[in-house]
């Protein structure tokens, strides 16, 4: 039960931390080896835990089940050790004992999640895959006589502000892999088979994730999707997608830049310029998500600004009693976790492992106190009100925070209308350039495949 109670906790914890949500098929029951992209440190198996459906035993770096908070949590969750050379190449043998585990944990019918790019990272794209995953599974269904029926699900994890609190995340979940289609080549040789299973693997993550072949293009893809979806009527203009919703066309973008880069450069860094010039336009308007409306309809603008001012105000008194409870726990996580500067990958694990700790820790205190002073009763319902108040303190700072963002965009558009037509006219532009761009390339694809033929 106890690894099913911590998955259960820290899944919910992760789920508060970040706007997450699931895509895809679910993880498949029996034996089965999750990998996935590993873009956030320790975030990263937390999502999983919420996605996953069913428990999933983690492998994670040796050092970290040395430290306190961390390697109790990895404890209790089942999880395994690797022993990485870049760590102490002294214990790297110590990695056959962990696949040995794993194996066990497969021929039990259970899951065992793992990160075949062997570490985390900030980096525009998939790493090149360690065979290590392959190797399990495939070592697994050699000593069951072929007959376990193991198989690897992909998991792509995608996030939108990643180190920010109530930042997105998404796990994309791909169709699983039949590890017995690759008895034949291990049989041969075990490494041309563990190879072979490895770039099935980086092939399908490529397909669920957004890989860039420049840092930059991270944010002008993000901005030119944006204004498509919204100039092509596929979302209204202040929409907030889901990132579920977004991610195909988002890898489309990601899969266009490529092409154009490599095709013909000088166009690319012109539509490049193009669509900083997008950017900066919208930043003027102080639209950070969905873009700037070409018109205001009053009936519209009036219906929403009565329901947004509605919700908030019903959901005030509670918020309040929630930052006031809270702020302590609160403050030490934003005045803690700098101290420890850091990496880009790590800052989301840093702050939900204060919060992890400090959170419980207050309301234990709040509660404690609550029953000393004025009995069992009152510290049963401070129990129970505090972490509603704190849910409450949550939704209404990402409406306000919402609403607030669309209430700017609104005044300076009726302020600045000969932006908004210039910002009007250069989204017909760019769609226009898009749009010719996918002819070209769909021809291009097209004259490739019957040269090939």
Do not use: C
Not at 124 to 140: D, F, K, N, Y
Not at 274 to 285: A, G, I, N
Not at 342 to 359: E, I, M, N, R
């Amino acid at each position: 039960m106890l690894p099913r109670i911590i998955t259960k906790l820290v899944g919910w914890a992760v789920s508060v931390f970040y706007d997450l949500e699931r895509t895809g098929p679910k993880l498949v029951e029996g034996p089965v080896l999750v990998t996935a992209n590993h873009p956030n440190s320790l975030i990263d198996p937390l999502v999983i835990f919420r996605t996953a459906g069913r428990p999933t035993r983690p492998l994670a770096k040796a050092p970290l089940f040395e430290q306190a908070l961390v390697g109790t949590v990895l404890r209790g969750l089942g999880g395994l050790p690797v022993y990485r050379r870049e760590d102490n190449p002294e214990l790297t043998h110590l990695n056959d004992s962990t696949f040995d585990a794993a194996i066990e944990v497969l021929q039990d019918g259970g899951a065992v999640q793992i990160y075949p790019e062997g570490r985390s990272h900030s980096e525009p794209s998939l790493s090149p895959l360690r065979t290590g995953a392959a190797r399990i599974a495939l070592m697994a269904e050699a000593r069951s006589g072929w007959s376990l029926g193991v198989r690897i699900q992909p998991v792509g994890l995608t996030y939108l502000r990643k180190s920010a609190f109530r930042g997105r995340a998404v796990a994309a979940f791909g169709e699983p892999i039949a590890v017995s289609e690759f008895r034949a080549t291990y049989e041969a040789d075990e490494r041309d088979g563990a190879r072979e299973l490895t770039a099935v693997i980086q092939e399908r993550l490529e397909s669920l994730t957004l890989n860039f072949d420049h840092p930059e293009d991270q944010e002008l893809v993000d901005v030119a999707e944006r204004l498509y979806a919204r100039e092509k009527k596929l979302a209204r203009p202040r929409e907030r997608e889901r990132m579920a919703e977004r991610l195909p066309r988002l890898q489309r973008f990601a899969e266009g830049v490529r092409w154009l880069r490599a095709t013909d450069p000088e166009r690319a860094e012109e539509l490049s310029a193009d669509v900083r010039r997008y950017m900066r336009l919208l930043t003027l308007f102080g639209a950070r998500e969905g873009d700037v409306p070409r018109r205001y309809r009053p009936g519209r603008v009036l219906v929403y600004s009565a329901r947004q001012l509605l919700l908030l105000t019903l959901v005030l008194p509670v918020a309040l009693l929630g930052f006031a409870l809270w702020f302590v726990p609160l403050k030490l996580s934003q005045t803690v976790v700098p101290r420890f500067s850091p990496k880009l990958d790590q800052v989301a694990t840093y702050k939900l492992s204060t919060a992890l700790v400090g959170f419980p820790v207050w309301l234990a205190l709040l509660t404690t106190a609550s029953w000393f002073w004025w009995g069992l009763r009152p510290a049963l319902v401070v129990l129970i009100a505090l972490p509603v108040a704190g849910l409450a303190a949550i939704a209404w700072r990402d409406r306000q925070a919402t609403v607030r963002e669309d209430v700017r965009v609104f005044r300076r558009a009726r302020r600045l209308s000969r932006g908004r037509d210039r910002l009007a006219g250069l989204r017909k532009h760019l769609v226009a350039e898009f749009d010719a761009l996918v002819e070209e390339w769909t021809a291009s694809s097209r004259g490739s495949a019957l040269g090939g033929s």
